[in-house]
Structures are given as C-alpha cells and as structure tokens.
C-alpha cells in the first residue's frame, strides 16, 4: 500500500500476537516438521479491487524472517494493489485468481494465513466498494470521501484502502480541522457563535466546517465565510439548491445515508463530495483464499 510500513507493521504484529496468543499454533506445531517447507497461492474467489496485499504478505515475514542463516518467504506478486481481478466472472469456478504465490516454512505459512487473510480480504473489501461508488457517480465531478468511522487501530489502513478504491480521505482525526456538528452547535448557542469561538482559537492554516440541517443553517453558515459545509440528510431537490446558494463559496458535502443506488442522484445536484462512513465500517469483505501445497 501506499503508505509507510513504520505506520502499519505494528498493527500486523499486534494481529499476530492476538492470534498466537501464550503458547503459539498448537495445531501447525504438532503436525508440521519444523523444516519442512511449501508453496502457496493467494487468491480472490470473489470480484473486486485489491488493497492491502504488502500488509497480508508481511505477516508471513515476520513470522519467518530471512536472515542469519535463516530461510525466509520467497514472493512473487501478480495482481498488486489497484488490481481489479475476476472481471466478468473470470476465474469463477477455478479457485480464483492468483494475486500472489509464495514459498516459506510450512509453519509459519499456516499460523500467518489467518491474520493475513483477515487483512487482505478487509481492506480489499473497502477499495472494492469505494470503487463501486466511484465508478456510479463517474462524469459527475462529485468525489467520494470517507469519514472517521473506522475500526480502532486500522484507521490508516482503511483510509489507505479508500484511496486505492479511487476515494478520497477526510479527516484522519479530530486534529486535521474544524467540523462543527450539531451538538457543538446546541452547546455554543448557534453557527456563528460556534464558527467565531473556533476562529479565536484555531491557526490561519486550519479549515473551518460546518453541518447544516436546513437551507436557513447553511444560509448563516455561508455568510460566516466557512471553507466547507456538511449537508446532513438533505434530499436532492434540497441538495441542488444548497450548492446553489453555496455558489463556489464554500465546499459543498452531501452526507447521510448514502447508497450505491441513491449516490448518483446525489452527485448529480453538484455537490463536491459525498461522505459515506458504511465503506469503512460496514464495507464486506472480498473473498480471498490461501492455497497450500508442500514444496519439500
């Protein structure tokens, strides 16, 4: 993925450690020799856009790492991230498509395969249905953006699988910008308050954004010369004329309940970005598979 494996490997060992738990794979210890080696396929059974396979890979590395004698994983990669694999039905019916083959101790080989799975077939879930979206509101010029609801701990990945799906990120966290939401505005006693209570204390760097309920909401916080307004469950007759009032002056985000089948109706009222939180934390994952055969 692209993204510095300073920033994901940890997660990966964290994984890992979960799985083994205090004593290790009981299962692959007692069956496996522990020289014997083999060979094996990933593969996708399922449609879709890959994402996170460096991040899968890596959790047989670092259960046998090469290195002082010892004989680590060999890799070759077929479909890397990006990839759109089993197209029109291709490779239905014949164990898939091979995304990667890979050579290593058979103990590690079987103790990783679970985590790496898990990682593989989540995160190329999220890009597939990013990308699904993507392509629905093609020629639009709407973009599609996630949010934070993301799984604890995988929120750079997530966001990361985002990307790869053709989407594009909002906030990584609550440090990135303002978003005054309604309950901040209830506490603060209305937009213009929350929005000039905000100015007083953020940098000249820092972007300002508002979630309005109502045209009358957007109305205040377009004349507080906000940099974003959030449009929260708005129809799209209300929508169009929330981007036209807007008129260029502020990013217009259409957000709330958005689907593949209500997202291009949406984007066709001129909004800049459509916010769906369900591509991180409800996206399903893709079918992946990992292919055993002993090498020697």
């Known amino acids: 993925m692209n993204l510095p494996r300073l920033l994901w490997e940890p997660l990966v060992r964290a994984a890992l450690a979960e799985d083994l738990g205090r ?49 680590g994983f060999a890799v070759e990669i077929l479909r890397p991230d990006g990839s759109d694999v089993c197209e029109g039905g291709a490779a239905a019916g014949s164990g898939g498509e091979t995304l990667a083959v890979l050579e ?15 990682l593989l077939g989540h995160l190329s879930g999220i ?26 701990g995988l929120r750079a990945l997530e966001k990361c699988a985002v990307r790869v ?6 906030r990584f966290g609550l440090d990135d910008a303002v978003l005054i939401k309604d309950n901040h505005r209830a506490i603060a006693g209305g937009v213009r308050e929350a929005v000039e209570r905000a ?16 045209l009358e909401e957007l109305d ?31 990013i ?19 909004v800049d970005l459509l916010s769906i939180g369900w591509l991180t934390h409800s996206a399903p994952a893709l079918d992946v598979g990992l292919d055993v055969e002993v090498s020697q």
């Open 220 to 250: 205040e916080a377009l004349a507080c010369g906000v940099d974003a307004v959030l449009l929260d469950n708005m129809p799209p007759e209300t929508l169009r004329e929330a981007v036209a009032r807007a008129g260029g002056r502020a």
């Open 199 to 214: 100015r007083r204390s953020i940098g000249h760097l820092v972007q300002i954004e508002v979630e309005v309920d109502t």
């Open 252 to 270: 217009t985000e259409a957000s709330g309940g958005i689907t593949p089948e209500t997202a291009p109706a949406i984007a066709a009222t001129g």
């Open 104 to 118: 290593g101790p058979a103990r590690a080989l079987l103790s990783a395969e679970r985590t790496a799975l898990n």
């Open 127 to 152: 890009a597939t249905v990013t990308r699904n979206i993507v392509r629905a509101i093609d020629g639009t010029g709407a973009r599609v953006v996630c949010t934070r609801k993301t799984t604890p």
């Open 23 to 71: 004593a290790g794979d009981l299962t692959s210890d007692a069956i496996i020799p522990p020289d014997l080696r083999a060979r094996a396929r990933i593969a996708a059974r399922a449609p879709g856009r890959i994402a996170g396979l460096e991040v899968a890979l890596a959790a047989f590395e670092l259960l046998a790492p090469a290195g002082r004698g010892a004989a």
């Open 165 to 170: 799906g053709g989407g594009v990120n909002h």
